[in-house]
DNA sequence: ATATATTTTTAGATGTGTCTAAAAATATTT
DNA sequence: AAATATTTTTAGACACATCTAAAAATATAT
């Protein structure tokens, strides 16, 4: 059985190890959960003793397969929870993150899975961020948001943060999809309305719309 | 704050103080959480000092108004998720009991009264166990299901499990609506169908509908 | 009402996760 | 390469929630 604390020891160190391949550093760890070298030292050593880490003294750490899966899936559940309250429960990108970190933690099996269905098997959360699936495996690439991207640049439309029928009635109508390259043009400083580029044409999105849409570069 | 284990607590107190205004034993709670008495002497000391419960050595527990509140949370909290789960994502009434014991936990008061919106204000949760609102105020009527009710006897419409479009025309077609008061007056031993009889007229309904009524008494 | 049984509390121990302070190992400077 | 600085680990302590075993209080039976 894996703890709560263990858990978010997983998922930082699966963080942390992101860049670079090196093990991550003691004092890293420390800094990111906000506590004492002396504490990590010592989870450090439960999680190698369970087969989680690989932990060689003064040399830092690294997960093992077993876990970096079990990391993989907090930051599914994670992940998971963050879409649900923003496109369910009226919560606000910026509000989800305290809530999640609570959620995450819930164990059953089933309910990740019949969520992730609930959801429509969303591929990013609400900050573009993606979502690993039950193996663990996700693209690497976080989307962006549009209004984020710099004028001549191009990226394919991955993700979409609003995903009422509405909305996507208003893509559908002006043929925009999931996949599609797009590149964008200009950014008009009065409204932050967008001018952008598909395969197929040229138009103008409002700062509204263009706030619902994800690329990724 | 109030931990985990406090909740737990204060939950099992209330749920066993419901009946009687006598206090309640530290065995009865032991019992109740499968612990040892003296672990229990050591929590409502705690819950005592947090002003949560009022304790007299030797003669039991009963909680503050400030305890009831806190444990008509916990309770709204774990029923709430209970629809949830049954609803949303495919759990029958029987596997969320467990992970209504997790999730009754999560602390976000925004997340609690979003859900309770998202999911229409139910008033009771799979079972037929009355949700306590905000300030932990409830019917205090168990519901119980048609099939379940002696023949002859009649009760108030008060809860649908099923909230399905398809299940909520039925009703509508057969002139039922919460609140009707309902007589049984027969099962059909060969499939169950049930007749009832409502102010206006009588009617058949079978085994799949009336899974879904249920009456208080 | 005294003896016996049951319930409840106290005292002291254990495991988890954290901490401080000091020691050990590694890295950096000159 | 020796001295200094930084990082990491160890040792010992603490809070929380639990436990066992024994003592104290209350309840029941004769």
Do not use: A, M, Q, Y
């Given at each position: 059985m894996v703890t709560l604390s263990e858990e978010n020891y997983l998922k930082t160190i699966y963080h942390l190890g992101k860049q670079g391949t090196i093990a991550v550093s003691t004092n890293a760890i420390a800094d990111k959960i906000e506590t004492k070298a002396s504490s990590v030292t010592d989870m450090i050593k439960k999680l190698a003793d369970k087969n989680l880490a690989n932990y060689i003294k003064y040399q830092g750490v690294s997960l093992t397969n077993k876990g970096r899966l079990a990391a993989a899936l907090v930051i599914r559940k994670h992940r998971l929870w963050e879409v649900f309250l923003v496109n369910n429960l009226n919560f606000s990108w910026d509000e989800v993150h305290e809530v999640a970190e609570e959620l995450?933690?819930?164990?059953?099996l089933k309910l990740v899975d019949e969520l992730d269905a609930f959801l429509e098997f969303?591929?990013?959360?609400?900050?573009?961020d993606p979502i690993p699936d039950k193996d663990g495996n996700y693209s690497p690439i976080k989307s962006i948001n549009i209004l984020e991207i710099e004028e001549g640049k191009e990226g394919v439309?991955?993700?979409?943060k609003d995903s009422s029928d509405v909305f996507l009635k208003y893509l559908n109508k002006n043929n925009l999809a999931l996949g599609d390259s797009i590149k964008?043009?200009?950014?008009?400083?009065?409204?932050?309305s967008l001018s952008i580029e598909t395969k197929s044409k040229k138009l103008i999105i409002s700062r509204e719309a263009a706030e619902n849409l994800y690329l990724s570069l």
């Open positions: 995450e933690h819930i164990k059953s969303p591929t990013h959360d609400p900050h573009g439309l991955s993700f979409v964008v043009l200009n950014v008009e400083p009065f409204d932050r």
